[in-house]
């Protein structure tokens, strides 16, 4: 079972909304991953959490701050998003860091 | 900087045909290789992973690595209408850090 889900499926926000995207997976990995996919584009890393530690953070803006409460959650905290910020944000998880599995994302819009 | 590369497409192969994706890397020390599957409007689907060099097969799919070329290619036999989607192939530079390619689109026509 290499599932990985994501809530809300889609998000529609302001600039001025604090909102929080979140991420779960059942497979006891130990590494969780943001990634923000534009269209027609690949996905591109955000975030690495190995072990419930932030390891990876690849010089994302402030606005955007990652959680991770325990070894099966992961949450990304929205504020102050710019319309740019439009996107879909990808989690996925991975035990030996390389094997990543995708959940099915949250389509995010920024008004 | 660390780079996998992909032809855009599309490419357009009929029912029943034999469908070659390619990919090529920068990095020669890269060891681990990854075909991802994505249908439009959702997330990547993991469908092959190959860390040797020579083919690897899994029902109508077969990865093949080259490391002396550094060159990696997805085979997709008897190709169905369903297997229409964007291709990614990605690379682990290190470990948690995959670098992806910018995918290759696959029609199939009936």
């Known amino acids: 079972d290499t599932e990985v889900t994501q809530t809300p499926k889609h998000l529609v926000m302001g600039m001025t909304n604090k909102k929080s995207l979140k991420c779960e997976q059942h497979?006891?990995?130990?590494?969780m991953y943001w990634y923000k996919q534009k269209a027609k584009k690949p996905p591109e890393l955000m975030f690495v959490?190995?072990?419930?530690?932030?390891?990876i953070n690849e010089s994302v803006p402030s606005r955007f701050s990652p959680e991770c409460p325990n070894s099966s959650l992961l949450n990304l905290h929205l504020h102050a998003l710019q319309p740019e910020d439009s996107a879909l944000y990808l989690c996925?998880?991975?035990?030996?860091?390389?094997?990543?599995?995708f959940g099915p994302g949250t389509r995010l819009t920024v008004t | 900087q660390k780079e996998v590369e992909q032809n855009s497409g599309p490419l357009s192969v009929p029912e029943g045909a034999i469908a070659s994706l390619n990919c090529t890397y920068s990095?020669?020390?890269?060891?681990?290789f990854f075909w991802y599957r994505q249908y439009s409007g959702k997330s990547p689907e993991l469908i092959m992973f190959?860390?040797?060099?020579g083919d690897k097969e899994d029902g109508r799919f077969t990865a093949q690595l080259n490391k002396a070329s550094q060159y990696v290619s997805l085979l997709i036999r008897d190709s169905q209408p369903s297997d229409s989607a964007t291709y990614l192939c990605?690379?682990?530079?290190?470990?948690?850090?995959?670098?992806f390619g910018t995918g290759t689109r696959l029609q199939v026509f009936p």
């Open positions: 990095d020669r020390g890269s060891q681990s």
């Open positions: 497979m006891g990995h130990r590494a």
């Open positions: 959490y190995s072990y419930e530690k932030l390891s």
């Open positions: 990605a690379v682990a530079h290190n470990t948690d850090k995959l670098i």
């Open positions: 996925a998880s991975s035990q030996d860091g390389t094997r990543q599995y």
């Open positions: 190959i860390y040797s060099n």
